[in-house]
């Protein structure tokens, strides 16, 4: 995830008030998650759900600040 720019990210989502209405989940959090879903093949919501939850400790070095569920 450091390949993107994550002050282009933030500009727009604050453009677009994006995070209007949001309890924990931002879309901050969604990009990356859909990000990592891209780029590791997954084929559903679940697979995402399972691998992302397979290793919640890590998830903080890849830039989620909340758990996937």
Request: glycine letters at 8%; charged letters at 25%.
């Amino acid at each position: 995830m450091a390949h993107g720019s994550r002050f282009t990210l933030d500009r727009c989502i604050r453009r677009y008030d994006g995070n209007r209405g949001v309890r924990s989940f931002t879309c901050r959090d969604q990009f990356l998650a859909t990000a990592f879903a891209q780029l590791t093949y997954r084929e559903s919501l679940r697979d995402i759900e399972a691998c992302l939850g397979a290793v919640p400790d890590k998830l903080w070095a890849m830039g989620l600040c909340t758990t996937v569920s």
